[in-house]
């Protein structure tokens, strides 16, 4: 045997080495192509996402596209008025209907695209009546003689003579009025396809089924069509076309008003009568639950229905409420009107939430109110369908305690002027075993400064009197059923032996003039209760 040689050595050293970098770059090239296999299915989604993203936002602007397009023909059919071609559109057409605006008035920007999309439809429609709008601002000679005054202005000229629009404000509202004011007040549909056909246009209307359009309850429904200015009717004197329309109609005369919402199909049984085709209309025209907005506000708030339940939510959050609060409006359907209000429309949302005291707050908020009595109710419970349902039988029985609203109690420990709030009135003010000086101010108030200073003035001069306190509550935001004040800052002196009367002091007067009719009071006081020993 032969002793191994160096240069065998090394190469057999090199031949292990390559075998093993080998074996390395195989495997470190197996995991590569596996990550780049995982890289490139990543790689696709991303792409796949992308292109979804990029159809949806093509699609979102093809529709964008689309409903300007509409807008613009629309804003083209309705004329411009001026001071040089008012007087003349409105003597040379038989009916007009003007928009009299202001650029700047938000009302009238968000009127005018419903007020484009209604002469559209009026156009399919074939009506004769002509659309027109005049920039009351830029043109005030014009505007003062069609008497526009406030902005919006809407008002139908008939052959010269202009009404006043008593319609709503969407654009349908706007149809239905124009058509009921210049054409026939109820639509005729004799066929099936004419029934699909309208289905389209109407979301909201009163059908009447008639053997023969003549007769007392015949006549008694076109009064009461003439006499409403806000839903459209339709008659039909064919059964199936009918059930089109209503699918539980009866195939004797009938009426029912059709919604779209849960609650689409309501029949009337009462008596063919106008007076109460019209009432059962305005306690069933309202969805089970309706939002508020600018527009609809005046119908909303002149509905017959003196019961309100307004739900305070942001958009997002009431998509999770709306369904179970549909099956809760549904028990008191016509006896209550449930209202949504978006928080973020700060315009309708903010001046209820201060009455509650409540316009910072980020939550769901449910109230009620009372328009026989004027009173006010909050939910205090989280607004769960049971704790709402349970909310608003109380508020129908009546057995619901109004709300006050009222800041936090205080710490009036080492206050000469003790601050007094809706929650401790009845403690601090009413049940006090002694007489109290009160000054009922607001932060707004110009003069409520002075008469601050005054009775901190005199407080500190009464200062160690056992038998007299001297209070202040912000009537801004604290309320109580007997504290009944309009005029701020207002004195009001509850003597012990009377607090069901307090008197009024003149906050005109000098602090020292305040103080001898504060002693006058007290000395009166104490001589009666002497009397009474």
């Known amino acids: 045997m032969f002793p191994t040689k160096p240069i065998s050595r090394f190469i057999f050293f090199s031949l292990t080495l390559l075998l093993l970098l080998t074996s390395k770059i195989s495997v470190t090239a197996s995991e590569d192509s596996q990550i780049d296999t995982e890289n490139d299915d990543e790689l696709e989604e991303l792409i796949a996402i992308d292109e979804q993203g990029e159809y949806e936002d093509l699609q979102q602007q093809e529709d964008q596209q689309k409903e300007a397009e509409v807008l613009?023909?629309?804003?083209?059919?309705?004329l411009e008025l001026n001071s040089d071609n008012a007087k003349r559109v409105i003597n040379e057409n038989d009916f007009v209907l003007i928009l009299g605006y202001a650029p700047w008035c938000p009302r009238s920007a968000e009127l005018m695209p419903q007020f484009a999309e209604a002469a559209n439809k009026l156009k399919e429609f074939g009506s004769s009546l002509l659309m027109a709008k005049l920039d009351a601002e830029r043109y005030p000679k014009a505007a003062s003689m069609l008497d526009i005054k406030g902005f919006p202005t809407l008002l139908l000229f008939v052959n010269g003579s202009s009404q006043?629009?008593?319609?709503?404000?969407s654009a349908e509202d706007i149809v239905i009025w124009a058509r009921k004011k210049t054409g026939a007040p109820v639509i005729r549909l004799s066929s099936i396809t004419e029934a699909e056909q309208f289905l389209k246009n109407y979301h909201m209307f009163i059908l009447g089924f008639f053997e023969k359009f003549e007769g007392h309850d015949y006549e008694e429904f076109v009064k009461a069509a003439i006499s409403d200015n806000e839903i459209q009717f339709v008659e039909t004197s064919d059964p199936y076309v009918a059930k089109v329309l209503f699918p539980d109609s009866k195939f004797t005369d009938f009426i029912g008003i059709v919604k779209s919402e849960p609650e689409r199909y309501t029949a009337y049984e009462g008596t063919f009568e106008m007076d109460k085709i019209l009432q059962f209309l305005d306690y069933n025209k309202f969805p089970l639950v309706t939002r508020l907005t600018e527009l609809n506000s005046g119908r909303v708030y002149s509905s017959?229905?003196?019961?309100?339940?307004?739900?305070?939510?942001?958009?997002?959050?009431?998509?999770?409420?709306?369904?179970?609060?549909?099956?809760v409006a549904r028990k008191f359907k016509s006896q209550i009107i449930f209202i949504h209000i978006d928080v973020a429309d700060e315009n309708l949302a903010k001046p209820f939430l201060t009455l509650y005291g409540l316009e910072d707050s980020g939550n769901t908020v449910v109230t009620a109110f009372d328009n026989r009595i004027h009173s006010k109710y909050l939910l205090q419970a989280d607004p769960t369908p049971s704790n709402i349902e349970e909310f608003c039988s109380a508020f129908l029985s009546g057995s619901l305690s109004p709300y006050f609203k009222s800041q936090p109690i205080p710490d009036n420990k080492e206050a000469n002027v003790q601050v007094i709030v809706g929650k401790t009135f009845d403690d601090l003010v009413?049940?006090?075993?002694?007489?109290?000086?009160?000054?009922?101010?607001?932060?707004?108030?110009?003069?409520?400064?002075?008469?601050?200073?005054?009775?901190?003035?005199?407080?500190?001069?009464?200062?160690?009197?056992?038998?007299?306190?001297?209070?202040?509550?912000?009537?801004?935001?604290?309320e109580h059923p007997k504290l009944q004040v309009d005029d701020y800052p207002t004195l009001l002196f509850y003597p012990v032996g009377d607090k069901a009367n307090p008197i009024k002091l003149s906050t005109k007067s000098s602090s020292k003039d305040l103080a001898a009719v504060i002693n006058k009071y007290l000395r009166a006081e104490e001589k009666s209760t002497k009397d009474e020993l």
Do not use: M
């Open 304 to 327: 017959p229905i003196n019961l309100q339940v307004i739900v305070f939510a942001e958009a997002d959050d009431f998509k999770n409420l709306i369904q179970p609060l549909q099956e």
């Open 430 to 478: 009413l049940s006090s075993p002694k007489n109290v000086l009160l000054e009922i101010y607001t932060p707004w108030c110009i003069n409520c400064e002075t008469t601050s200073k005054q009775i901190e003035k005199l407080a500190k001069h009464f200062k160690g009197l056992e038998t007299l306190v001297f209070g202040k509550i912000d009537a801004s935001a604290n």
């Open 72 to 78: 613009s023909k629309a804003q083209r059919i309705v």
């Open 164 to 169: 006043v629009y008593t319609g709503g404000f």
